[in-house]
């Protein structure tokens, strides 16, 4: 018997026990590549292809120091994290004002915004692999990490101004009215009184994009060229060879590539659900 809302037992049936199984199954096949990458990370290269399901005979650092050391690993995390918090920050600043001032102001030129914004939301970003590097050659930001900031403003805006939209439309009028009334300008309103609101939204935007722009692949490696500018995913990239790949350092910096990400996760993952539940009603 387990305890429901409002005090009342519900009986745990075959039914439940059967969807618990089912969910603990499909999380052990997601967990297994993890615990497989981490287990090989700790073999040398030979003992991994030898067998790559057995445990290492011995447990070693010794792939993650040169893994750190040929990766230059902590100047390729601060590189990332620089990225990531930058983009961050421009999309929620130029996202929320964006949205609120399409959601407020209502005629035709926010109309044709707002589903210009659904628009380039679905188009791929394979096709727009080329427009990108001549439009940032022209303006001369290929190969700087600044560059790479306003490229990801340009492709995550649309998302977040699309769920900053949905939330603003639940939050009353009245509030700025008031806020007007009291002498408030309109950019005050709207970071005193109604920005703040926005936190649920605004916390599910951040995580998500810092997430995805940290694990991004495709965009620095079409945007930087220079080795000190590179970011930890492309940095791996120095352990694959024409006639050799060094599978025991390969393992290492997955490793370390997915912990700073998995750390963020587990630290927020109360915000992270949080945002997302109370984004989805009030969206």
Sequence with gaps: MKQGKGGKRRKYGMG?????????????????????IFVNSFKGNGEILLDMLALPEKWSFGNYREAISKMNFFRKFANTIFVSVSAVMGII?????????????????????????LFTMAIPFQVLMVP???????????????????????FLLPMAMFLYCGFIKGVSRELEEAALIDGCGQFQAFFYVVFPILKPITATIA???????????????IMINSEKLKTIQLSMSVFYGTYLNRWDLIMAALVLSILPALIFFLLFQKQIIKGMADGAVKG
Excluded: Q
């Design 93 to 117: 600043l130029f996202g929320s004002m964006a949205a609120y001032k399409v959601t407020r102001v209502k005629n035709k030129v926010s109309n044709v915004i707002y589903y210009g914004i």
């Design 207 to 221: 995580i998500i994009n810092m997430l995805g722009v940290f694990n991004d692949f495709m965009l620095p490696l």
């Design 16 to 36: 439940l026990f059967c969807v618990e199984a089912v969910l603990v199954v499909l999380a052990c096949f997601m967990m297994f590549p993890m615990v497989l």
């Design 132 to 154: 990108i590097v001549i439009v940032a050659r022209n303006l001369h930001i290929v190969n700087t990490l600044y560059g790479m900031v306003i490229m990801y403003w340009g």
